[in-house]
Nanobody, 121 residues
Framework: VQLQASGGGLVQAGGSLRLSCAAS????????LGWFRQTPGKEREFVAA???????FYADSVKGRFTISRDNAKNTGFLQMNSLKPEDTAVYYC????????????????WGQGTQVTVSS
């Protein structure tokens, strides 16, 4: 599976962005999808995940502001980010896997290249 993340950019605090994760290769619907973020000098941080059946999971820091979704017919996943804060600034990565551990990068087999999100105060 090849993943291509897009949709990042510069936005003011309180604004919104929608990230996309386009998948090609093996059946996208067979995998769970996760979003992670990373800032320089820090470990990759879990943001959200959606299971094959559509169950969703969020980090406490984004709960109520971010929404993860997927369109299996289009082999694409999404992360809608609302009420953005400067602390949301990071490179965002999408990833898929068949045996993931919720809340961690464990089990994700395929990773996209990342898209930069910058939130100005």
């Amino acid at each position: 599976v090849q993943l291509q993340a897009s949709g990042g950019g510069l936005v003011q605090a309180g604004g919104s962005l929608r990230l996309s994760c386009a998948a090609s290769g093996r059946s996208f619907s067979s995998y769970a999808l996760g979003w992670f973020r990373q800032t320089p000098g820090k470990e990759r941080e879990f943001v959200a995940a959606i299971s094959r059946s559509g169950g969703t999971f969020y980090a406490d820091s984004v709960k109520g502001r971010f929404t993860i979704s997927r369109d299996n017919a289009k082999n694409t996943g999404f992360l809608q980010m609302n009420s953005l804060k400067p602390e949301d600034t990071a490179v965002y990565y999408c990833a898929t896997g068949s045996q993931i551990t919720i809340g961690t990068p464990r089990g994700y087999e395929y990773w996209g290249q990342g898209t930069q999100v910058t939130v100005s105060s």
